[in-house]
């Protein structure tokens, strides 16, 4: 079973940037669809970004302009570049992949937008 592991969080101030990573143990290229979600505190888990392939890519409204997923197959590795963060970004970020249904996440990254 891979195992995902997400890093690149931390504290920012708002207007700021921070770049997630998700390592994988073995190749992502099997993987035809992988994704960000987050969670905030007493909120459920909602999705970010989405990646299909190597370029097809979809994104929350709420992200869509600041955030940019994408995917580097010769690293196995998943990246989420965020720009211009809010505090409403707040949340613990995890990355996941998809594969004949079935999904494989990280254990998360926390991420914290504050002044």
């Known amino acids: 079973q891979v195992q995902l592991v997400e890093s690149g969080g931390g504290l920012v101030q708002p207007g700021g940037s921070l770049r997630l990573s998700c390592a994988a143990s073995?190749?992502?290229?099997?993987?035809?669809?992988m994704g960000w979600y987050r969670q905030a505190p007493g909120k459920e888990r909602e999705l970010v970004a989405r990646?299909?392939?190597?370029?097809?890519?979809r994104y929350a409204d709420s992200v869509k302009g600041r955030f940019t997923i994408s995917r580097d197959n010769a690293k196995n590795t998943l990246y989420l570049q965020m720009n211009s963060l809010k505090p409403e970004d707040t949340a613990v970020y995890y990355c996941?992949?998809?594969?004949?249904?079935?999904?494989?996440w990280g254990q998360g990254t926390q991420v914290a937008v504050s002044s």
């Open positions: 996941k992949a998809e594969e004949d249904g079935l999904g494989y």
């Open positions: 990646i299909i392939s190597t370029f097809i890519t």
């Open positions: 073995e190749s992502i290229g099997r993987f035809n669809v």
